[in-house]
């Protein structure tokens, strides 16, 4: 009778464990969350939207469900990283209270940096809602931070004409289920 071994990649048969670490942009300290793979194709770092923060984002774990984006780019064979934005999830938010553009972008960087000094290779950007205005405008002021920039679900049509009048001073409330419900 034959015998039958079934090979499947490691991260098939159990997710990659999932590591915080803590980077600081300008001495404030931004939560980096890790899923690994052996000899990974490449490395991305993932930026969150606006409502909620990388781990519900990007690392759902629902029991009999296969949420996970950070276990899917895995399955592909890519480490993969994910920034809490301040006042998002394990980052907290400065003394200012404001995550500003120029602020989030910089973030961005500096992790970017981080990866590519502890990696040894520069990194992939993917930037979701919000977080794909974050990965454009890093990708403008710092291009030479990363590797390329995939920006998906730009929430604002790029075709549209703004003036200077239309700015508006956002609330500073805290980001919650029953809002975001």
């Known amino acids: 009778m034959p015998f039958f071994v079934l090979l499947a990649p490691l991260s098939v048969l159990r997710a990659a464990e999932l590591i915080e670490h803590t980077v600081y942009s300008d001495g404030h300290p931004l939560v980096l969350w890790e899923k690994s793979v052996a000899n990974p194709k490449g490395h ?97 002021r710092y291009p030479e931070n990363m590797l390329s920039v995939t920006l998906f679900g730009y929430p604002v049509n790029p075709d549209r004409q703004y003036n200077g009048d239309t700015a508006v001073s956002p609330p500073a409330n805290p980001t919650t289920a029953q809002a975001a419900a």
């Open 44 to 140: 991305i770092a993932l930026h969150h939207g606006r409502t909620w923060s990388s781990l519900p984002d990007f690392d759902l774990q629902v029991d009999g469900e296969d949420l996970s984006l950070m276990d899917g780019f895995n399955d592909a064979g890519y480490s993969v990283w994910a920034l809490d934005a301040r006042g998002y999830g394990g980052t907290s938010r400065d003394s200012s209270g404001w995550n500003t553009p120029n602020k989030a972008a910089k973030d961005l960087a500096m992790v970017l940096e981080w990866l590519e000094a502890r990696n040894q290779e520069k990194t992939h950007v993917w930037g979701w809602s919000y977080g794909s205005m974050v990965a454009q405008l890093t990708a403008q």
